[in-house]
């Protein structure tokens, strides 16, 4: 199902076998804040508890997932499904070389503006964005069309942002904007502070709702037979493919980890099926990370220290 990154995903993990040949468990990590902070636990959980040797790897979801399946990497600390769901299709159900941790943790999906941004305009929907004059509101540059952030570029969930935009019609009226998230969060802090109006993607956990008072646009409620998502490593027709003119599913975040560390870390396997996490404690990640400036690595080691009682029961 993700033929057309393999070949590249397969040359990385040549790359990296040498790391995990040196490494008796390799994490990946993903480029967001939430999964580097558990990222960070999960190792220093491992090394306290088994003494084993873990390392750490940068990499995108299909790279993570092609090196757990070749076990270049052994643990992926935060899939987002049902963003992922082509991964999961192929290297959990249809390879049988992945497992997936049952433990979730409840997220939303969805698309905000500002208190004052609803209040200026009067947004309420966000098939409003589909008419020119609420979009022109949203008009930063006098190209005409309004800016609205769709995620990350890379993220599985901004390939379904430009379904839905181009679902919902406002495709035609917005320009859809790929950024790092810290760039995107720093222009709400700019347009919250000089009065003017913003609308991106957002969602839980996040710290964006602890620092600003936004408001959720409002969709019909997700219809599984009006979503057809499918993703550009599916086919290379994905978004003309492609319709997901509802609201998001429930979303849910798991663990994923290689089987292949059953036979060569039995123990590191057992952990790894029993971790996890609720929702408050990874909003307070993300907050520590992205709001206070922490290092992943030594809030982990305090994250780990303060929650000692739950890191043993996942050892049990």
Same mark, same amino acid.
């Given at each position: 199902m993700i033929k057309s990154v393999i070949p590249f995903a397969t040359a990385t993990t040549l790359i990296l076998s040498s790391t995990a040949m040196a490494q008796d468990v390799v994490i990946g990590v993903p480029n967001w804040a939430s999964a580097g902070a558990t990222a960070n636990i999960l190792k220093i959980a491992i090394e306290d508890?088994?003494?084993?040797?873990?390392?750490?790897?940068?990499?995108?979801n299909p790279i993570i997932f092609e090196a757990m399946d070749s076990g270049a990497m052994h643990v992926h600390p935060e899939v987002w499904m049902p963003n992922q769901q082509n991964l999961h299709d192929t290297f959990v159900t249809e390879k049988g070389t992945v497992a997936m941790n049952p433990n979730t943790v409840l997220s939303d999906q969805n698309m905000c503006v500002t208190r004052e941004t609803? /209040?200026?305009?009067?947004? /309420?929907?966000?098939?409003?964005?589909?008419?020119?004059?609420?979009?022109a509101n949203f008009d930063t540059d006098g190209d005409g069309m309004g800016e609205v952030w769709i995620g990350g570029a890379g993220w599985a969930s901004t390939n379904v942002e430009k379904i839905r935009a181009q679902s919902y019609g406002y495709d035609e009226t917005m320009q859809l904007v790929e950024m790092d998230e810290a760039l995107a969060m720093a222009q709400v802090d700019n347009a919250t502070a000089q009065g003017e109006n913003i609308?991106?993607?957002c969602y839980t956990p996040h710290h964006m709702f602890s620092l600003y008072d936004l408001v959720t646009l409002t969709e019909p409620e997700f219809d599984a037979d009006q979503w057809n998502v499918i993703q550009p490593?599916?086919?290379?027709?994905?978004l003309e493919l492609s319709t997901a003119p509802t609201a998001w599913d429930a979303t849910k975040l798991h663990v994923f980890y290689s089987?292949?560390?059953?036979?060569?870390?039995?123990?590191?396997? /057992?952990?790894?099926?029993?971790?996890?996490?609720?929702? /408050?404690?990874?909003n307070g990640m993300v907050y520590a990370l992205s709001v206070e400036g922490q290092d992943p690595a030594e809030f982990a080691r305090t994250w780990v220290d303060a929650n000692a009682d739950l890191v043993d029961a996942w050892f049990q």
């Open positions: 508890n088994l003494g084993l040797e873990v390392a750490l790897q940068n990499g995108t609803a /209040e200026r305009t009067g947004i /309420e929907a966000l098939s409003d964005l589909s008419n020119p004059v609420m979009a609308v991106f993607f490593t599916d086919d290379p027709n994905w089987l292949a560390l059953a036979n060569t870390q039995p123990l590191a396997a /057992e952990m790894l099926a029993n971790v996890s996490f609720n929702t /408050e404690q990874v």
